[in-house]
């Protein structure tokens, strides 16, 4: 089940008596976790009716089980770092027939932190219980929904486009989301809504977004801007195969637009076969505009011929991308 499914049971007090916790989506995950706290645990009771066990011995989790909850329903038995659903080891077989036997006071919950291999003997005992949970990165919609409600909280107004904006430039993790809008909502305290001048001077580029904008650069003919924001991605540390990877993405994207308007696709169409907001797609069309079907292509040539120089040994990683850049560079001439 995913998150959505997982707060339905919660909401109906049908949840599981065992559960696994897994998936990229740290946020939505420890949000999951304290809503089952709040939703078993009656206040001022919780440390009596929680117990939290890291790489336990079966009979501690056994015993943390079956203790009685006090003044309350359940009690909450919280797994963490269980060795058994990763690397080599495999659980033990009297906590494998334990877990059909938990009882209905106990809800005894394994939170990964780490992915967890599927093919473990405790993974497929938890399944076979339908107590997987599996939190996946927000997208589309429900990402930008997050965004409003998080700025709604702190006071701030913010629509749509002006969420998609923010989600374009700091990229989809939803713990960096949620900084970015603690520090934007706190720098204006005298308005109540949100701009995209706002997003602009004050949230914090990801990769994606600063490879963008240095095709922009690029196909704006803005060398030293397309370089300087080269260099500065650089001294943050980032690697110079993962930009190329990055900008070598970039002008796939752009080469799929170009094949699609030949096809003479329609914008929904478009948006819809590279899964993209509204705002983010006229971004795309303005830079794809620069070029010639057959211009993205070369880009794209460039790119690949680069990373497989690199990583074959026939070139220096250091000054291939910049290289790379150079010959893009020629390539961006309005039609």
């Known amino acids: 089940m995913n998150h959505t499914d ?27 976790l304290m809503d089952l706290r709040a939703a078993l645990l009656p206040a001022g009771m919780e440390e009596l009716n929680e117990t939290t066990l890291t790489a336990p011995a079966p009979d501690e989790i056994v015993a943390a089980a079956e203790t009685l909850p006090f003044m309350a329903d359940r009690r909450l038995i919280v797994v963490r770092d269980e060795k058994s659903l990763s690397g080599r080891a495999e659980a033990d077989e009297k906590l494998l027939d334990y877990l059909p036997k938990v009882p209905q006071t106990a809800v005894l919950l394994f939170f990964c932190g780490e992915k967890p291999d599927g093919r473990k003997k405790l993974y497929a005992a938890v399944k076979k219980l339908n107590g997987i949970v599996t939190f ?156 010639t079907g057959g211009q993205v292509k070369q880009a794209v040539k460039i790119c690949f011929d680069t990373e497989y120089a690199v990583k074959s040994g026939k070139l220096n990683q250091d000054g291939a991308l910049e290289a790379a850049i150079l010959k893009i560079l020629n390539l961006a001439v309005r039609e």
């Not at 997982?6 to 008596?17: C, E, M, Q």
């Not at 696994?20 to 999951?32: D, S, T």
């Open 6 to 32: 997982f707060n339905a049971l919660l909401k109906k007090n049908t949840v599981p008596s065992v559960l696994l916790f897994e998936g990229e989506e740290e946020y939505l995950k420890k949000k999951a």
């Open 136 to 291: 996946s990165p927000m997208k589309d919609r429900e990402l930008t929904a997050f965004v409003i409600n998080a700025f709604r909280e702190q006071g701030k107004e913010c629509n749509e486009r002006t969420a998609e904006y923010l989600i374009f430039t700091s990229g989809t993790d939803s713990n960096q989301l949620l900084a970015e809008v603690n520090k934007i909502a706190s720098h204006n305290l005298a308005t109540s809504s949100v701009t995209p001048e706002e997003v602009t001077a004050l949230a914090t580029p990801s990769l994606e977004c600063t490879v963008f904008q240095m095709v922009d650069a690029v196909v704006s003919r803005q060398n030293n801007r397309a370089f300087s924001l080269l260099q500065s991605q650089l001294l943050l540390g980032s690697d110079r195969l993962y930009i190329l990877a990055m900008l070598l993405r970039q002008f796939r994207l752009l080469q799929h637009i170009k094949i699609m308007q030949y096809e003479k696709r329609s914008r929904e169409e478009i948006r819809g076969a590279l899964g993209v907001p509204s705002f983010a797609l006229d971004q795309y069309l303005r830079q794809a505009s620069f070029y």
